[in-house]
């Protein structure tokens, strides 16, 4: 077995431990699967792969950022900012339904809203979708976040200014970043502060998530 495919082996038991009913949460992944396919027929949610590609590439590759959230203890708050086609959000949204836990969406596309509202709806999901840029949200509407996450919206740098603006000391952000994500690193390192884990990707050789807290402009 390959190092990629054994990350992901390792992905699929761990998540297979981590939830309390697989066989339900599996047979609801693969139905937003076919959910997703329905609506990419008439807009372009994800490029065109085959629903192996799909599962791989989008969903473990989301569900990889959940062993990272650590034991939870009360309510957990999350914000996934350029939301897309769902990911990571709605596969860690169906993990993640037995525990308590809200979740805000923020995208501005209005048709990929309209996904995003019909599949929270389709699947009961603690969902709040807000079609604008993230720069146009208050933080007020919002409420304190203990979860952070997004995928290949912005570099880095860009990514934490928006971040930031909702940040609390307890919160962390979980981010999918790609090969350029040392680079990015130094980048942000000019006008940030922060703590970072870097871990690797089950999904994508090249391909990290940077586990950030304690995030502050420098001064």
């Not at 959910?35 to 629903?51: D, I």
């Not at 192996?52 to 939870?72: E, F, K, M, N, T």
Request: neutral net charge.
């Amino acid at each position: 077995m390959s190092g990629a495919a054994q990350r992901i082996a390792d992905l699929e038991r761990h998540n297979a431990a981590m939830f309390g009913n697989v066989e339900v949460t599996s047979t609801q992944l693969h139905s937003f699967l076919g959910h997703l396919l329905r609506w990419q027929k008439v807009q372009n949610l994800v490029s065109r792969e085959t629903p192996g590609d799909l599962w791989s590439r989008h969903i473990l590759d989301s569900l990889q950022i959940l062993p990272l959230i650590g034991p939870i203890s009360g309510p957990l708050r999350i914000l996934d900012i350029g939301s897309g086609g769902g990911f990571p959000a709605i596969p860690m949204a169906i993990a993640l339904r037995d525990i308590d836990f809200s979740m805000h969406l923020i995208e501005s596309n209005t048709r990929k809203c309209a996904f995003l509202r019909a599949t929270a709806r389709e699947f009961d999901l603690p969902i709040t979708v807000h079609t604008a840029r993230i720069e146009a949200v208050p933080p007020a509407t919002i409420g304190s976040i203990d979860l952070f996450t997004s995928r290949a919206l912005a570099p880095l740098p860009l990514l934490l200014s928006y971040i930031h603006r909702f940040w609390s000391p307890e919160s962390r952000a979980i981010l999918h970043k790609g090969r350029e994500n040392g680079e990015e690193l130094k980048s942000a390192d000019s006008d940030w502060v922060y703590d970072v884990l870097k871990h690797q990707s089950a999904t994508d050789k090249d391909g990290v998530l940077l586990e950030i807290s304690h995030l502050r402009p420098r001064t």
